[in-house]
C-alpha cells in the first residue's frame, strides 16, 4: 500500500495563509490521482481539492479561488496552498491517493492520518 504522510499544518489567523504537504512512499505515486479532503467537528468528510497526473485539477465550492492543489512526481509530494483562510476552514486535512477521478472520499484507496488546521478570528 502507499503511505501518505501530512505536514504543515497549525494555528493561523483570520486572513492568513498555511501550505500543507503530503509525503508518500511509494514509487507508484506518479500514478495516482491525488486529493485533499477535510473533516470538522460534527460534520461530513469533504471534499477540498484534486489532481490527475497529467495537471488537471478541480476544487470545492468553498475554497474555489482560495486553494491551490500541486504536486511533485519527483519529490513525490502533493501541497495544498491555502490562502485567505476564515475560521470555516478548520478541520483535519487528510492527503488521499486513488485510481479513480472523484471527489468521493469512498472511492480513493490510500490516506494520511491528517493534520489540524486552526483558524481563529
Known amino acids: 500500500q502507499v503511505q501518505l504522510v501530512e505536514s504543515g499544518g497549525g494555528l493561523v489567523q483570520s486572513g492568513g495563509s498555511l501550505r500543507l504537504s503530503c509525503a508518500a512512499s511509494?514509487?507508484?505515486?506518479?500514478?495516482?490521482?491525488m486529493g485533499w479532503f477535510r473533516q470538522a467537528p460534527g460534520k461530513e468528510r469533504e471534499f477540498v481539492a484534486r489532481?490527475?497526473?497529467?495537471?488537471?485539477?478541480d476544487y470545492g465550492d468553498s475554497v474555489k479561488g482560495r486553494f491551490s492543489i500541486s504536486r511533485d512526481n519527483a519529490k513525490k509530494t502533493v501541497t495544498l496552498q491555502m490562502n485567505s483562510l476564515n475560521t470555516e476552514d478548520t478541520a483535519v486535512y487528510y492527503c488521499?491517493?486513488?485510481?479513480?477521478?472523484?471527489?468521493?472520499?469512498?472511492?480513493?484507496?490510500?490516506w494520511g492520518q491528517g493534520t489540524q488546521v486552526t483558524v481563529s478570528s
Open positions: 488521499a491517493a486513488g485510481s479513480i477521478w472523484s471527489r468521493e472520499a469512498g472511492l480513493y484507496d490510500y
Open positions: 489532481m490527475s497526473t497529467g495537471g488537471s485539477t
Open positions: 511509494q514509487r507508484t505515486f506518479n500514478w495516482y490521482y
